[in-house]
């Protein structure tokens, strides 16, 4: 079904049961020949009978972007290619086959097969499938031309067989039960999560916690009620983003746009003149996301410019300045005292009166968040030529708040790290103050400690060349992986990646020096979840503030994955999945801190009784209610962290809590300007 006819027949229909049944519709429209395949590979692929012996080593990268290598069956990765190719394809032949299995023998064990030997393996493969009734025994003549030699050919096709085409058809039957409906923008809102499996619509088969792992439905009321508001919020498409969304696509000689974004500037098309809701779920972390498939507002640039609330607020009387404010933000004036974004938007202002469109910005302000800096300018001079008050002017712009290294924050609230503190904006400001930049003060601490063409390169790139190694450190990452993408950062500017080693040493000493929180709770989680792993539990489970019970749980699948080339199977009844004990352990304070940082969001959200919406570490308001949600800001982190999470963690796991001897105190955020700004 095309875009424009399923947009159509969405707004005939009235009601979210209606829209749901549609989208559940078209997620099983898209289940093909390829779904199939790999439906019945993954279900039958052991049960295929051994005609090739030995192993071969497959050489992969794994989920942490690190290369790995493991024995596999020749048999199994040869069924893979030859299932999964004949069903995709509706038949097969000797010659066909034996030119697909020519080229996995070259990609995959390194040697060239001539001709005699691949077609001989394929007759193999061919006539035990025709054995076991997958293809039919009559055999038809066709020509057709050898992918590898180029070369016309003939050859003896045989198709599928009835009998399994209605199998598969049975099998069409089964994936599509389970299917979810596909996600997209909605035209009418959600119904409530009422549990864990209900919520969104009637056939819409989507569960609240998007891993599997979950155990039970019940959840806690205030998870609850803050997801169900966020799917409340209703939003219209910004006009200067529809007209962007237009020229690129009429010019896309001009731009090097990708095809997915190509395609999300089709899909906002579709939503011009048209309100919308978003679905939205959450991870075994409780995280929160906004299901609309490429188009959410936690999306790109582009996407967090394109969706705008609907209803309108008055700014009132602190709405000119919240307006002032996010829109220096997009300009990328954040490094600045909020007073001084709030002057630069005024000494500014007749420039910024003048531009018209997202080329003015790309071109005069390059490093401006381009498509939010548009719709931000565009809202301004709306303002400016408004002939009333200001205070009466009603405005519709979503005005974001994001956190310093939010996941920082929490981490120094936890271990009371005063310098982590102070590094990431959680003490006592004033507007007039300048924000402490972590990325910055990293990225100059590295630099005074080090020398030559180290030191060079730390300054030359200062902190963006920085952010990488904060970030990731953040999440767990460990000094090898840091090494790693500081080469490649280097790499991409041309340069010796051979510092690599020296500079990123030097990032974590910086870190430890000034964001020492990470490595505190980082080292006393990873200390602790070892001690239980090794002595065989699996599985963790915590309570948060309000009651959402996150979890971690990890498993090596990779025993049961054949990897063939661009085929692959993941074969879940193979071999039992080992716990993945090197990702269970790096992960938990990573997993532990997103828990934290989700609550908080949640907290703010049903603390508010305005329109919000959330980015991870982000929140946006209307102008009009810009301060009052700062506040809330400021008084949930306080409030988040008087339940001690990491004590039920520990608790959970048999093990005593951390006692840090740290001084800070989280209530010292609510006199932050910048904890969130």
């Known amino acids: 079904m ?28 898209r289940i093909g020949a390829r779904e199939v395949a790999r439906s019945f590979v993954n279900s039958n692929l052991t049960k295929m009978a051994t005609l090739v012996e030995g192993t071969h080593i497959v050489s992969f990268k794994d989920d942490r972007g690190e290369w790995q290598a493991k024995e596999q069956s020749r048999n199994h990765s040869i069924w893979t290619v030859a299932l999964q190719t004949t069903i995709e394809t509706g038949h097969t032949s000797y010659a066909l086959l034996g030119s697909i299995l020519s080229q996995w023998a070259k990609d995959a064990l390194g040697v060239e097969w001539p001709r005699e030997t691949s077609d001989r393996v394929a007759k193999m493969y061919v006539t035990e499938m025709q054995m076991v009734g997958i293809l039919d025994t009559k055999l038809a003549e066709v020509e057709f031309i050898d992918d590898n030699t180029h070369e016309r050919r003939t050859s003896r096709v045989a198709k599928l067989s009835a009998t399994f085409n209605e199998m598969m058809n049975a099998e069409v039957d089964t994936i599509r039960e389970a299917t979810s409906m596909l996600c997209k923008p909605l035209r009418n809102q959600p119904e409530d999560w009422v549990d864990a499996v209900t919520g969104v619509g009637e056939q819409a088969n989507m569960g609240l916690i998007t891993r599997k792992s979950f155990k039970g439905n019940s959840i806690a009321s205030p998870v609850l009620s803050a997801v169900n508001k966020l799917q409340a919020v209703k939003y219209v498409i910004a006009p200067s983003i529809i007209d962007a969304a237009y020229d690129i696509l009429d010019n896309q000689h001009e731009y090097n746009s990708t095809e997915e974004e190509l395609r999300m500037y089709r899909e906002i098309l579709t939503l011009e003149n048209t309100e919308v809701f978003f679905a939205v779920t959450m991870d075994s972390r409780g995280r929160m996301y906004y299901r609309g498939g490429l188009l959410t507002p936690q999306g790109t640039d582009f996407c967090k410019a394109a969706f705008q609330f609907a209803n309108s607020k008055q700014l009132g009387e602190t709405g000119q300045r919240a307006l002032y404010l996010h829109a220096a933000n997009c300009f990328g004036m954040d490094k600045i005292s909020i007073d001084a974004r709030v002057a630069w938007v005024d000494s500014n202002r007749t420039q910024l009166a003048l531009i018209e469109d997202h080329h003015d910005i790309q071109e005069f302000y390059p490093s401006a968040d381009t498509f939010q800096a ?193 085929f692959n199977a993941l074969v879940r009844d193979m071999f039992p999945a080992p716990l993945d004990e090197v990702k269970t352990v790096g992960a938990m304070a990573p997993n532990f801190i997103h828990s934290i940082d989700a609550t908080h969001l949640r907290m703010v959200v049903n603390s ?55 001084d800070y105190k989280a209530s010292e955020a609510l006199r932050s300007s910048y904890i969130f700004s």
């Not at 049961?17 to 078209?26: I, K, N």
């Not at 329109?611 to 008084?635: C, K, N, P, Q």
Request: hydrophobic fraction near 40%.
């Open 2 to 29: 095309s875009l424009s006819l399923a947009s159509s027949i969405r707004t005939v229909l009235s009601g979210i049961t209606s829209e749901v049944a549609l989208l559940r519709d078209e997620a099983n429209n």
């Open 374 to 566: 548009t719709v931000a300018v565009k809202e301004l001079q709306k303002l400016w030529a408004f002939a009333g008050t200001p205070s009466e002017f009603e405005s519709n712009l979503v005005c974001h708040q994001d956190g310093t290294c939010n996941g920082l924050q929490h981490m120094a609230a936890i271990t009371k790290n005063r310098q982590t503190a102070i590094t990431v904006n959680c003490v006592e400001s004033s507007h007039s103050d300048e924000p402490s930049d972590i990325y910055g003060i990293i990225a100059k601490f590295a630099a005074d400690n080090t020398s030559g063409a180290v030191q060079a390169l730390i300054n030359k790139y200062g902190r963006s060349m920085a952010k990488n190694p904060v970030m990731i450190t953040g999440y767990g990452a460990g000094e090898a992986t840091i090494i790693q993408n500081t080469a490649k950062y280097l790499v991409s500017k041309n340069e010796d990646a051979g510092l690599a080693e020296d500079i990123g040493k030097a990032y974590i000493h910086a870190i430890e020096s000034n964001a020492g929180a990470v490595k505190s709770l980082t080292e006393a989680l990873k200390g602790r979840v070892k001690t239980v792993v090794e002595a065989g539990a699996t599985r963790f489970e915590w309570t948060t503030a309000d009651g959402f019970i996150a979890s971690t749980e990890y498993r090596d699948i990779e025993c049961n994955r054949i990897r063939a080339g661009r």
């Open 608 to 662: 508010c009784n305005h329109d919000l919406v959330t980015v991870h570490d982000s929140i946006g308001s209307h102008a009009g209610t810009y301060f009052e949600t700062a506040t809330a800001i400021r008084e949930e982190f306080v409030n988040v962290h008087k339940f001690d999470a990491l004590g039920n963690l520990c608790e959970s796991m048999g093990m005593r809590t951390p006692k840090f001897r740290g």
